[in-house]
């Protein structure tokens, strides 16, 4: 079994009816057409696959009038993934869009900072705006997991597997965090929601929605300091992840991502 690991991101839906001030504080030019794209993330060494969040379902693509282009689980079967096969998912953070459709993995474990699983059932969630990117229903499935044996918290960085390491940052969500993957080419960082866009990293612009703003820039340091360059940083919402790196398959929503891009960056 090797250390180092191939990095698939599978696009399962995008928005577009969205402006820059959905996607940025203070920005020049907020009524300019800014749209979204949703990923979640595949990790396999040849012999062993985890997955980097899990996305949302059908259900909740009606709930919030977000439609999804493919249930994510059924993504992973393009690739000869069985969803019941993986037995570790990384949750950076429990988001609607990152955390639901929990139960399509009967047989994983969950790996989650502590941090979020407090934010996430705390005071914080009597506020309607602190609560609006949860869903209820996915943050007690979790709770469920708990109860089950299925959920390893983490406190800050840690091991999940040899190659495989997680950070927490913070900022966007108050236990979010991100994943550092050793690959033949380098480490490479899933930034999630640390930073949406590159914009947010690299002009410190932070997405709008936040639970603080410095903890928010900090995380934007971490990033370089794991990732290193644009190219070995992937934020977790930005299309130009689809136009820089090498498409795969025949279902064309799958990118490669550990070899870095094909197209180089402005």
Not at 16 to 23: F, G, H, Y
Not at 250 to 256: D, N
Request: aromatic share 10%.
């Amino acid at each position: 079994m090797s250390d180092f690991w191939k990095v698939y991101a599978i696009k399962y839906a995008d928005r577009n009816a969205r402006t820059r001030a959905d996607s940025f504080i203070q920005d020049d030019h907020p009524a300019a057409q800014h749209g979204m794209d949703y990923f979640v993330w595949l990790l396999t060494n040849g012999t062993r696959r985890i997955l980097v969040d899990t996305g949302y379902d059908a259900t909740e693509a009606i709930r919030r009038d977000r439609p999804i282009l493919r249930d994510p689980s059924k993504a992973l079967e393009v690739l000869d993934v069985d969803a019941a096969t993986i037995d570790t998912v990384i949750i950076s953070h429990l988001h609607y869009d990152h955390a639901g459709g929990l139960g399509r993995y009967p047989n994983a474990v969950f790996h989650l900072q502590a941090a979020e699983m407090a934010f996430a059932t705390g005071p914080c969630m009597c506020g309607e705006t602190a609560r609006a990117p949860f869903t209820a229903e996915h943050v007690c499935d979790m709770v469920k997991h708990v109860y089950s044996g299925r959920v390893i918290f983490h406190n800050g960085s840690a091991q999940v597997v040899p190659g495989v390491r997680v950070h927490c940052v913070g900022g966007h969500s108050r236990g979010l965090q991100v994943v550092e993957v050793d690959t033949e080419d380098g480490p490479l960082c899933l930034a999630s929601d640390a930073a949406h866009y590159y914009e947010n990293f690299l002009l410190r612009k932070p997405f709008p929605i936040v639970d603080s703003i410095d903890t928010t820039l900090a995380g934007y340091d971490t990033l370089f300091r794991l990732g290193g360059t644009q190219a070995r940083i992937i934020p977790g919402h930005d299309p130009l992840v689809t136009q820089h790196y090498t498409n795969v398959g025949q279902s064309g929503f799958f990118w490669l991502l550990d070899k870095g891009p094909h197209k180089p960056f402005d």
